[in-house]
């Protein structure tokens, strides 16, 4: 069983669009991180959200954390060709001493 | 400053032998994780250390792989012996525990493939 579900698994646009990518669970998590992953590369770090109804601004990206702490959000404003990559959150929960991950989001943003 | 170093960046080895991925986390840190990624199932979680001390190793395959953490400077994963299905990318991370959010900052991976 699957901890964390990401959605859509594969997304392919235009650049200039907007979208979003969800990351959702059953459990509560006491913080959760949404990471970039470029071909060839380590995820990177994009953002932590703690608290219930969080949102967070990183330039045309948009992160929100559910109100219940179940579920997060990335929304990106006018896709650039830059932001092609693997999307990946991962949730921690209290005292866990490790994050889990989901299978990621693979965005394609066409030229 | 340094991010995590690993190394090799890419390995080649034929079935049977022995491969040994290395991983310095970040200064500081005193949390470290080995992952596999593969197309097929994603980001695994192979085996995490805390003060160098393994606290999780329930993701480790089978015992054909093996890690240590000899000092908070650096890791080692060890497969003996090798085979076909081990190809993979493998990533080291480390995060600061006690931080209370769990970020981790993973290296750039060593690319495993074995023939």
């Known amino acids: 069983t699957q901890l964390l579900e990401q959605s859509p698994q594969f997304l392919s646009i235009q650049e200039g669009e907007n979208l979003t990518v969800y990351c959702n669970s059953s459990s509560v998590f006491s913080s959760l991180q949404w990471y970039r992953q470029e071909p060839g590369e380590g995820p990177v770090l994009l953002v932590t959200?703690?608290?219930?109804?969080e949102v967070k601004k990183l330039k045309r990206l948009t992160f929100q954390f559910g109100d219940a702490r179940k579920d997060s959000s990335l929304h990106i404003t006018a896709a650039q060709t830059g932001d092609t990559g693997l999307y990946l959150c991962?949730?921690?929960?209290?005292?866990?001493?490790?994050?889990?991950f989901g299978d990621g989001t693979t965005l394609t943003v066409k030229p | 400053d340094a991010g995590v170093i690993q190394s090799p960046r890419h390995e080649v080895t034929e079935m049977g032998q022995e491969v040994t991925l290395r991983c310095k986390p970040i200064?500081?840190?005193?949390?470290l994780f080995w992952y596999r990624q593969t197309m097929m199932r994603g980001l695994e979680l192979l085996i995490y250390?805390?003060?160098?001390?393994?606290?999780?190793d329930s993701g480790m395959p089978e015992d054909r792989f093996s890690a240590k953490m000899p000092n908070a400077s650096f890791s080692t994963l060890k497969i003996q012996p090798s085979e076909p299905r081990d190809s993979a990318v493998y990533f080291c991370a480390s995060s600061l525990e006690g931080s209370s959010t769990y970020e981790q900052y993973f290296g750039p991976g060593t690319r495993l493939t074995v023939t």
């Open positions: 250390f805390n003060n160098n001390v393994p606290i999780d």
């Open positions: 991962a949730g921690a929960r209290t005292n866990a001493g490790k994050s889990t």
């Open positions: 959200v703690v608290t219930g109804g």
């Open positions: 200064s500081g840190h005193n949390s």
